[in-house]
Nanobody, 123 residues
Framework: QVQLAESGGGLVQAGGSLRLSCSASGSSMGNMAWYRQVPGQQRGLVAAITSGGLTDYAEIVKGRFTISRDNAKNTIYLQMNSLRREDTAVYYC???????????????????WGQGIQVTVSS
C-alpha cells in the first residue's frame, strides 16, 4: 500500500525559509508534486517534478521555491525561501507511479496524496 508522509511544515516569519519533505513508501514513484490549499479556495499546484528531474512551478513561487527529489529515497523536497503571508496554506504531496515526460500534469493524474501539512507565515 502506497503512503506519502509529509514533514517540515510549521510557523515562520515573512522572509524566512522552510523545507518540506515527502517520502513515499510501498512503491517507486514517477511524477510527484506539491499542491497547496487555503480554506475556501481550490487546491492549486505549487511545483512538480518528473522522475528524471524536470520541474515546473506556479508563477507565484518561481524564483522563491525549489522542488527536488532523491529517487534512492523515494522522496521529494520543497525548499521555500522568501516566504510571504500569502504562502500560508496546507501543503499536499501528490504522486503517481507513472512516468510522464512533462512535469506539469492535471491533478487527476496523481493517484496518491498525502494528508497535508500546515505552513503558516506570519508578518
Amino acid at each position: 500500500q502506497v503512503q506519502l508522509a509529509e514533514s517540515g511544515g510549521g510557523l515562520v516569519q515573512a522572509g524566512g525559509s522552510l523545507r518540506l519533505s515527502c517520502s513515499a513508501s510501498g512503491s517507486s514513484m514517477g511524477n510527484m508534486a506539491w499542491y497547496r490549499q487555503v480554506p475556501g479556495q481550490q487546491r492549486g499546484l505549487v511545483a512538480a517534478i518528473t522522475s528524471g528531474g524536470l520541474t515546473d512551478y506556479a508563477e507565484i513561487v518561481k524564483g522563491r521555491f525549489t522542488i527536488s527529489r532523491d529517487n534512492a529515497k523515494n522522496t521529494i523536497y520543497l525548499q521555500m525561501n522568501s516566504l510571504r503571508r500569502e504562502d500560508t496554506a496546507v501543503y499536499y504531496c501528490a504522486a503517481t507511479r507513472r512516468r510522464f515526460t512533462s512535469a506539469r500534469l492535471a491533478s487527476s493524474n496523481y493517484g496518491y496524496w498525502g494528508q497535508g501539512i500546515q505552513v503558516t507565515v506570519s508578518s
